[in-house]
């Protein structure tokens, strides 16, 4: 794909953090999927002459980027926030390195937790690690502050953090294209340790140099024209940013407002002289009181967090109550039929927790479509913290309880989480001898973010055949000395399995491997659907238990059973929806009565 249009584009957020990425003539791009800023990588691995690549986790990925800037080419990495936590550790020295090509992190936070398991605030990274951070308000501001985020890394030696929200991520706006610039920074080798080599002495030395670039930074603001003033209406001012800046716009159209682009460092004399030029000052935000904190550290009296929520998304609707009291019926939420979330139907994941419900040990579980096991009427995760933590969990619970918690516990995670951050954990379990099992449940594919590839999968981001990591062949490298693969379609034969496993009084491995059914090739793979055959059916429930979409209960009168040949106690019947149904076979496989079948009629 190329961009030589000169119409205005229809994008998201992040559709157009990929063009403006490619504009700015990135070369290599590497990230870890997560909602919600997936979509950055995957629309910039569809232009030509940039390698992208999926990391086998954020803290890769930064590192991939950060070298390919060591060789003086622009270089991105995009995550998630909670991914921000992962890849911290190379984000803070990379302040002290600085970059030689222009480097840019696009961390996508996610405010009411649409796809997380917290709404950490990631403004506070950019504070923390001192780097500038800059905040967009739409599409068209994305490709752009992008763009712009390259030039700031190159003239200022500085990795720079571009943050979105789910809102820019996700909203379609105009977009129009533009020229395609680059790097004047030479792509070669060059030795610099005092620059690149992180020891002690010369990582003072960058300290100092980091402590520098931060008040030129600061003065930069002051000029920076995406810091600016909408004047209006003096008697209330808002001082916000990014998605905020829109709601505030909404909801008091005639107000004077301070735009911030840069959100890190902050413009000091603008924002006092803007302070003092309006009769109350509010800071609107969403999550923490991040600007209101340094604002009110510079002396200025201002409204925040005690009017404006620090939980959640905020619209127009919440800000105008919060400040004027009104409720308006202008910003009334469109009440939507709720979606609970559920796993497919065919998904491998069902028979697996279905298999694990009769366990009755403690699931110390991670993070993907697999946490739906948490779900009634599975009801199979007890624990979910963060990426990897179930491994590692499950060994503390191991050691904590010793003898007294052997075959009670057990760690589930996905494919794309042990390669992200589970297989550390399985050392750990083997090096310190422990006994814990952990199940891999393996359908091929990193599907809860959308179905991207991963280092097992065997293919790229571009659907290039690739090295397919063998989990096996790794458990056992590790040291796991009991590995089993089973096919989780094949409850029975998986429950006997997992009795086993759980048991044993050495580390064990289950891999529980059949592919995700919204895998492209497996889409594409004819389904013959099962059916009831109702006078079979007793009523017993069993099928239900799985929680599968594609079967539902369906109530009869006694006249209506009687008509249908049930004894007098049955009330109902099983009955599968064949246009939802893959044809996995988990229900055929509870029924023992015959009722559900593949021919036609039952
Ligand atoms: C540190 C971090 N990065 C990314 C994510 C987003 N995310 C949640 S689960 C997941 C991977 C799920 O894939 P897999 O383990 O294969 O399980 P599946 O969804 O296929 O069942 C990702 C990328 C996250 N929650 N935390």
């Known amino acids: 794909m190329t961009a030589k249009s000169t119409d205005k584009l229809w994008l998201s957020g992040n559709e157009a953090l990929a063009l403006g990425a490619y504009e700015a003539g990135v070369k290599v791009a590497s990230g870890y999927p997560g909602t919600p800023s997936t979509e950055i990588m995957e629309n910039l691995s569809k232009y030509e002459g940039v390698y992208t690549e999926w990391a086998p986790n954020e803290k890769v990925g930064l590192e991939v980027a950060l070298g390919a800037s060591f060789v003086g080419v622009r270089a991105l990495a995009t995550m998630k926030h909670v991914g921000m936590n992962v890849a911290a550790d190379p984000l803070f020295t990379s302040s002290y390195t600085g970059i030689r090509g222009g480097l840019v992190i696009i961390n996508a936070d996610d405010p009411e937790m649409h796809s997380s398991q917290n709404e950490q605030d990631n403004r506070n990274y950019a504070f923390a690690a001192k780097l500038p951070m800059l905040e967009p308000c739409d599409p068209e501001e994305a490709k752009e502050f992008l763009k712009t985020a390259f030039w700031i890394s190159e003239g200022y030696d500085t990795p720079v953090i571009v943050r979105t929200t789910t809102r820019i991520a996700h909203v379609k706006g105009q977009v129009a294209p533009g020229e395609k610039t680059g790097s004047s920074v030479k792509a070669e080798i060059v030795k610099d340790a005092a620059k690149f080599v992180m020891l002690p002495a010369n990582a003072r030395n960058r300290r100092k140099f980091v402590t520098e670039r931060m008040q030129r930074l600061k003065d930069f603001a002051e000029s920076f024209p995406e810091n600016r003033i909408e004047w209006g209406d003096g008697t209330r001012g808002f001082i916000t940013s990014g998605i905020s800046y829109m709601y505030v716009k909404e909801a008091f159209p005639d107000a004077s407002v301070l735009k911030l682009g840069m959100v890190w460092p902050l413009p000091e004399k603008m924002i006092r002289s803007f302070a003092e030029q309006v009769d109350e000052l509010f800071i609107v935000e969403e999550l923490d009181p991040f600007l209101e904190l340094h604002i009110k550290a510079m002396g200025i009296r201002c409204h925040g967090k005690d009017l404006i929520p620090a939980e959640g998304e905020l619209n127009p609707g919440i800000i105008k109550k919060a400040i004027t009291g009104e409720d308006s019926a202008k910003f009334a939420p469109v009440a939507l039929p709720p979606r609970p979330p559920n796993m497919c139907p065919g998904c491998p994941h069902r028979g697996l927790f279905y298999a694990l419900s009769k366990q009755k040990v403690f699931v110390a579980g991670d993070i993907g479509c697999y946490t739906l096991g948490f779900l009634p009427p599975l009801s199979s995760m007890d624990s979910c913290v963060c990426m990897g933590a179930g491994v590692s969990g499950v060994h503390g619970m191991a050691k904590a309880l010793g003898e007294e918690g052997m075959g009670k516990e057990v760690a589930v995670i996905g494919d794309s989480t042990f390669v992200h951050s589970g297989i550390t954990g399985l050392i750990n379990i083997v090096y310190n001898n422990s006994y814990s099992t952990v199940i891999i449940v393996d359908n091929r ?113 006694q006249e209506e059973g009687a008509k249908l040949g049930f004894k007098e106690k049955q009330k109902g019947y099983s009955e599968i929806s064949v246009e939802l149904c893959n044809g996995c076979g988990q229900c055929a496989e509870l029924c023992k009565f015959d009722a559900i079948g593949k021919e036609e009629g039952r």
């Not at 790229?460 to 490298?477: D, H, S, V, W, Y």
């Not at 006078?535 to 009168?557: D, F, M, R, S, Y």
Request: aromatic letters at 2%.
């Open 445 to 557: 594919i990193t599907a809860m973010t959308g179905q991207q590839p991963n280092p097992a999968s065997g293919t790229t981001i571009k659907g290039e055949p690739a090295q397919m990591l063998n989990f096996e062949e790794l458990c056992r490298a590790i040291g796991v000395k009991n590995v089993v693969t089973v096919n989780p379609h094949e409850i029975d034969a998986t429950k006997k399995v997992l009795k086993e496993e759980i048991n044993r009084e050495e580390p064990s491995v289950v891999i529980s491997r059949a592919p995700c059914v919204l895998i492209p090739s497996e889409k594409k793979r004819e389904k013959v659907p099962y059916r009831t055959a109702i006078e079979n059916c007793t009523g017993c429930k069993a099928c239900l238990g799985l929680g599968c979409p594609a079967i539902h209960w369906v109530p009869v009168t």
